[in-house]
């Protein structure tokens, strides 16, 4: 995982890490067009939720460095369900139409978070 993140570009973080997580979470549920409640919750999440959880899952690690214990907590899920959504994401090619769809996400999403961070370093 560590290394997709690395090949995708790497970003410092100097906000508090609560104040980025919500972030990261909202921006990440905008794009999906889902709540937060939807996936923040004990059972099952499907369609744009469960990629919206996914992708949270993988911001997190990659601006906070998050373990796989505290996404965990956070989503009311398991470590191993955090653990396949790394590998699946680790293991995305852009030659499937969906997996280059959750890339190009991935890229937006990226990209308004790392503007986030980057303006608010510039307050401090």
Do not use: P, W
């Not at 290394?3 to 570009?9: D, T, V």
């Not at 549920?29 to 899952?57: P, Q, T, W, Y």
């Not at 899920?77 to 293991?91: D, G, I, P, V, Y």
Request: net charge neutral.
């Amino acid at each position: 995982v560590m290394e997709k993140l690395a090949e995708l570009g790497d970003c410092d973080v100097t906000l508090s890490e609560k104040e980025t997580e919500d972030f990261i979470v909202s921006e990440t549920c905008k794009h999906f067009l889902v709540n937060k409640s939807d996936i923040i919750k004990n059972g099952k999440v499907s369609g744009d939720a469960l990629e919206a959880r996914d992708m949270c899952f993988i911001m997190l690690k990659k601006h906070l460095d998050y373990s796989h214990k505290k996404i965990s907590t956070i989503f009311k899920k398991s470590e191993a369900q955090c653990t396949h959504a790394f590998n699946r994401f680790a293991k995305m090619n852009t030659k499937i139409k969906h997996e280059k769809e959750f890339l190009d996400s991935f890229a937006e999403i990226n990209s308004v978070i790392s503007t986030f961070i980057n303006q608010q370093k510039l307050i401090a």
